[in-house]
């Protein structure tokens, strides 16, 4: 037991400490089933230990040390930088030695197979050591996990392939803790694809894989696999446009449905102020004509107070929005790049909504004109022009 705590040991301070804020690839989801991915792996799979002609180089012939394994990964992401991935290996493994250091003859080779099922983190270098880029398409990160070795081996003399050892048997696999340990490079591909290459060393806390007991306290494999992984977490640009809250027809999804209008609060002296905002942040409202500014009709209970992005104009200015969401899942690069535009995306937080806007304007007529220059756009139908007081935002209500 008191071994393996120590195997566990270098793990616990990744595994227990807080993730990293702002340092992941890609849009992480607030739900706890928002930030999966899945991937498979497969590669040559190469013993070292006793039972080993090179110290490195596996031989290729009387026997054969090239052998080969699979791996499925599950990966829960925690940050930029943090994730943790379920692993599951299995595949064969085979060593062999012809001499010994002394210039006898030991003409001895095991083969066998392996499963394996491992937890691990794996650690982003690239947005740990460098500033998170939501562009930035390669990557490279080291693994470190703890988990189970399960195997079935046989020794067999080199000369007359008759068994003369082995280490587990059907039905009464060995198992031993296992630690694997490597590095990793990957590219995006597409949206929800990436494509990469892992090098991992996996030292088993025992001397029997290779049924021979000698020199190697601790057998050990390697897998160079190539790896694919889809991952759920990341936002599929394609469909953005599917998303746009300006939309004048078809149905309207639930979570794009616009939030409840607040009730406007009469004063105790004079009369209700009167309000002149326009019916475009509805999904299903026409666009209604700005009227001429007038700041007695932007009383400041009205203006809203929640985080904005952008130039601060004093007194009335104008944006153009192009998109507003419900959820935070898109950063203002990633609406940028999707529609190709040669203007900076602003994004704001204001009355439950995310919104994506351009341009800030003291002249309507020339939000207008951006406004109508956004819209000859593919993708962007439904831009309209949004009025703000001193930088904030002015909410509108019907």
């Not at 050990?220 to 889809?230: E, G, P």
């Not at 406007?264 to 009369?271: A, D, H």
Request: charged share 20%; proline share 7%.
């Amino acid at each position: 037991m008191r071994k393996l705590l120590f195997l566990f040991f270098p793990l616990f301070p990744i595994l227990f400490s807080p993730p990293a804020v702002a340092q992941t690839q890609g849009v992480l989801g607030r739900r706890f089933f928002s930030n999966w991915s899945v991937g498979i792996g497969g590669g040559p799979n190469i013993f070292f230990g006793d039972l080993k002609v090179n110290k490195f180089w596996p031989a290729s012939e009387n026997m054969n040390e090239w052998r080969y394994a699979g791996t499925f990964n599950l990966t829960r992401q925690l940050s930029h930088v943090f994730a943790l991935r379920g692993q599951v290996l299995y595949g064969e493994i085979s060593g062999t030695k012809r001499q010994y250091k002394s210039g006898g003859s030991c003409n001895q080779y095991f083969e066998g197979n392996i499963l394996e099922y491992n937890l691990n983190t794996t650690i982003n270098f690239s947005n740990l050591f460098f500033r998170y880029k939501s562009q930035r398409k390669f990557f490279i990160y080291g693994t470190l996990g703890v988990g189970f070795s399960n195997w079935i081996t046989k020794k067999k003399d080199l000369l007359t392939n008759k068994q003369i050892g082995g280490s587990g048997s059907e039905g009464n696999w060995t198992t031993e803790v296992v630690i694997p340990a490597g590095l990793g490079a990957y590219v995006n591909i597409g949206d929800k694809v990436n494509l990469g290459i892992e090098w991992t060393v996996r030292g088993v806390n025992s001397d029997k894989l290779d049924a021979t007991e000698g020199g190697f306290k601790y057998d050990m494999y390697s897998l160079l696999a190539l790896t694919l992984t889809y991952n759920f977490n990341k936002p599929n640009l394609g469909n953005l446009s599917a998303a746009n809250v300006g939309r004048t027809s078809g149905p309207i999804p639930s979570q794009f449905q616009p939030p409840a209008p607040k009730p406007i609060q009469k004063p105790e002296n004079g009369p209700t102020p009167r309000l002149h905002f326009p019916q475009r942040d509805s999904v299903t409202a026409k666009e209604v004509p700005l009227p001429p500014p007038d700041s007695s009709d932007f009383p400041e209970a009205t203006v809203d107070s929640a985080w904005m992005d952008g130039p601060v104009q004093p007194g009335i200015s104008y944006r153009v929005q192009i998109f507003a969401f419900r959820s935070n899942t898109f950063s203002a690069t990633d609406i940028r790049k999707k529609f190709k535009l040669k203007q900076t995306v602003y994004k704001e937080f204001s009355e439950g909504w995310y919104r994506y806007t351009l341009g800030s304007f003291k002249s309507l007529k020339a939000a207008q004109s951006l406004q109508r220059q956004v819209k000859s756009q593919k993708g962007i139908h439904d831009a309209f022009v949004a009025r703000y007081k001193d930088g904030k935002r002015i909410p509108t209500r019907p």
